[in-house]
T-cell receptor, first 114, second 115 residues
Framework: DADVTQTPRNRITKTGKRIMLECSQT?????MYWYRQDPGLGLRLIYY???????NKGEISDGYSVSRQAQAKFSLSLESAIPNQTALYFC?????????????FGPGTRLTVL | GESVGLHLPTLSVQEGDNSIINCAYS??????FIWYKQESGKGPQFIID?????DKRQGQRVTVLLNKTVKHLSLQIAATQPGDSAVYFC??????????????FGTGTQLKVEL
């Protein structure tokens, strides 16, 4: 079984709809991240959480919100989706601490906003 | 501001040759770098990392070189195989306000291995 899972894997929605992307991990990591990837671009950080009570904005948080429901779950919401939020979204986790910086990524969610 | 970028968007190599993928960064305070590989339809996978107090680190068929003077790092893949075809990203760790770190990714280089 995959250590980091994302649901749904693909989603098509309309402008103005509320969308939630879910991420779950079985690695026991404290740190979780949401990124978006656009064609020809690298990954850009949306939000990150270093533990259940910690939420931090990344470089492109506008139009998004997150919820860290438990250590293993980190969800990303688009309150009112717009077409330029069409992208590939990745969740990642890391253990944190000294020498433990490697991030493990989920398979991605492809979101299309019409 | 900080930025991480790659010199070439696409690199084509013959199977069996060595590949060199380059990356420039601008945040001189960054103390840790990672190379990721992303195959089509999948999330990024960790390849190798290097700390700023090192100038070279070797893994299995891969070597990362860091030149802090010119803020440049490279990923060398020996005896490139078809399975190495993917997009490669460099990423740097930077400190964030209030403690902790975040990862800033470059735009990626597409490596194509020709048979």
């Amino acid at each position: 079984d995959a250590d980091v899972t994302q649901t749904p894997r693909n989603r098509i929605t309309k402008t103005g709809k509320r969308i939630m992307l879910e991420c779950s991990q079985t690695k026991g990591h404290d740190r979780m991240y949401w990124y978006r990837q656009d064609p020809g671009l690298g990954l850009r950080l949306i939000y990150y959480s270093f533990d259940v009570k910690d939420i931090n904005k990344g470089e492109i948080s506008d139009g998004y919100s997150v919820s860290r429901q438990a250590q293993a779950k980190f969800s990303l919401s688009l309150e009112s989706a717009i077409p330029n939020q069409t992208a590939l979204y990745f969740c990642a986790t890391s253990g944190g601490g000294m020498g433990n910086n490697e991030q493990f990524f989920g398979p991605g969610t492809r979101l299309t906003v019409l | 501001g900080e930025s991480v970028g790659l010199h070439l968007p696409t690199l084509s190599v013959q199977e069996g040759d060595n590949s060199i993928i380059n990356c420039a960064y601008s945040n001189s305070a960054s103390d840790y770098f990672i190379w990721y590989k992303q195959e089509s339809g999948k999330g990024p996978q960790f390849i190798i990392d290097i700390r700023s107090n090192m100038d070279k680190r070797q893994g299995q068929r891969v070597t990362v070189l860091l030149n802090k003077t010119v803020k440049h790092l490279s990923l060398q893949i020996a005896a490139t195989q078809p399975g190495d075809s993917a997009v490669y990203f460099c990423a740097e760790f930077s400190r964030v306000t209030g403690g902790g770190n975040k990862l800033t990714f470059g735009t990626g280089t597409q490596l194509k291995v020709e048979l």
